[in-house]
């Protein structure tokens, strides 16, 4: 049973405009929420965090929202950047684990 | 400060061999973990460990055996390989719970099982 779910497999957005990354999760005793951006044969890199007792985090052009009624998170990019084209993996942590959605694969055109 | 590394990057075996999978780290961080990455199936978590000499079972342990014997270093050890565990590998480190639990991932290793 999948407990954290990135229902959209890919997403192209036009340079400049904003990109939002969605992610559903399951399990109300998630504590913190996390973002991974991954490029081609690199390993993933942490791109921003959000505690569940908090409904916003933001980091430049990058900001995180969490719906805790819904459980859901959305990550923001604004503006979007040629440089952002990658996968984006949502992940969320209880105790000492961390479990991770399949991934977004975002293309931004030029 | 290398960060976390993995060796090799690539490899190839045949069903039935056995190897193993290094992973060091030099951040001195107490959290180490295995994953593996799948088309379509995101990163699944294979063992990890909170410290030296403690290790447990993550989502598809099966096939694979780890042991952290010192704070660097959690190598992942396939013990008769499968096709079914080509795949490519990524070890982790963070400290233990930070407020963002933040992992730093390694560049990965490819393996294929023929």
């Known amino acids: 049973d999948q407990q954290v779910k990135q229902n959209s497999p890919s997403l192209s957005v036009q340079e400049g405009r904003i990109s939002i990354l969605n992610c559903d999760y399951t399990?109300?005793?998630?504590?913190?929420f996390l973002w991974y951006k991954k490029y081609p044969a690199e390993g993933p890199t942490f791109l921003i965090s959000?505690?569940?007792?908090?409904d916003k985090n933001e980091d430049g052009r990058f900001t995180v929202f969490l719906n805790k009624s819904a459980k859901h998170l959305s990550l923001h990019i604004v503006p979007s950047q040629p440089g952002d084209s990658a996968v984006y993996f949502c992940?969320?942590?209880?105790?000492?684990?961390?479990?991770f959605g399949k991934g977004t694969r975002l293309h931004i055109l030029p | 400060n290398a960060g976390v590394t993995q060796t090799p990057k690539f490899q190839v075996l045949k069903t039935g061999q056995s190897m193993t999978l290094q992973c060091a780290q030099d951040?001195?961080?107490?959290?180490m973990s295995w994953y593996r990455q799948d088309p379509g199936m995101g990163l699944r978590l294979i063992h990890y460990?909170?410290?030296?000499?403690?290790?447990d079972q993550g989502e598809v342990p099966n096939g694979y055996n780890v042991s952290r014997s010192t704070t660097e270093d959690f190598p992942l050890r396939l013990l008769s390989a499968a096709p079914s565990q080509t795949s490519v590998y990524f070890c982790?480190?963070?400290?233990?719970?930070?407020?963002?639990?933040?992992?730093?991932f390694g560049p990965g290793t490819r393996l294929t099982v023929t």
């Open positions: 982790a480190s963070s400290t233990r719970q930070g407020a963002n639990y933040e992992q730093y």
């Open positions: 399990n109300s005793m998630f504590d913190y």
């Open positions: 959000i505690s569940s007792i908090k």
């Open positions: 992940a969320a942590t209880f105790w000492d684990k961390i479990i």
């Open positions: 951040m001195n961080h107490e959290y």
């Open positions: 460990s909170v410290g030296a000499g403690i290790t």
